[in-house]
């Protein structure tokens, strides 16, 4: 694995966390825990969302003139995360138990699902496309807060 694969390899891991801190918290009904958990999972996927949106999918787009292939359906999948992400606030604010767990297991599901795919076929697409590409592990650097 290359930087890129590595950096944002290494985020997914650092959302997983916290995204079990998050569920846990939440489905056994330990609500200011479960505010705090909650907030900060959604604040790391949101730079992690937003940075390959922002920075590592229009690089890949620019270097292979792919615009309408795999970073197409991941910018998708973002929006279906972020709905669901919106949907455990929401169970949050109601401290909905039932709700909060569901919204959780579908959100679960979909991340494990985009991450391989990330991980096994885009990354490192963008590790081949971007090599050398030093200015983008900078910003991605930065990007990719813990
Ligand atoms: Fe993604």
């Not at 999972?41 to 309408?68: D, I, K, N």
């Not at 569901?102 to 590790?127: F, I, S, W």
């Amino acid at each position: 694995m290359s930087a890129l694969s590595t950096l944002y390899s290494d985020h997914h891991r650092v959302c997983d966390a916290a995204f079990a801190d998050a569920e846990a918290a939440g489905v056994e009904g330990r609500w200011p825990d479960a505010e705090v958990a909650t907030t900060r999972f959604a604040g790391l996927m949101e730079a992690h969302l937003s940075s390959e949106e922002a920075s590592l999918f229009p690089a890949f787009e620019a270097a292979t003139g792919m615009t309408h292939g795999p970073t197409q359906m991941m910018r998708m999948e973002h929006e279906h995360m972020r709905a669901l992400i919106a949907r455990l606030q929401r169970a949050l604010t109601a401290k909905d138990t039932d709700e909060f767990g569901g919204a959780a297991e579908t959100l679960l599901v979909l991340m494990q699902q985009h991450n391989l795919k990330e991980e096994r076929m885009l990354y490192p697409m963008c590790d081949q496309a971007l090599t050398g590409n030093t200015a983008l592990e900078t910003t991605a650097r930065s990007q990719l807060v813990s």
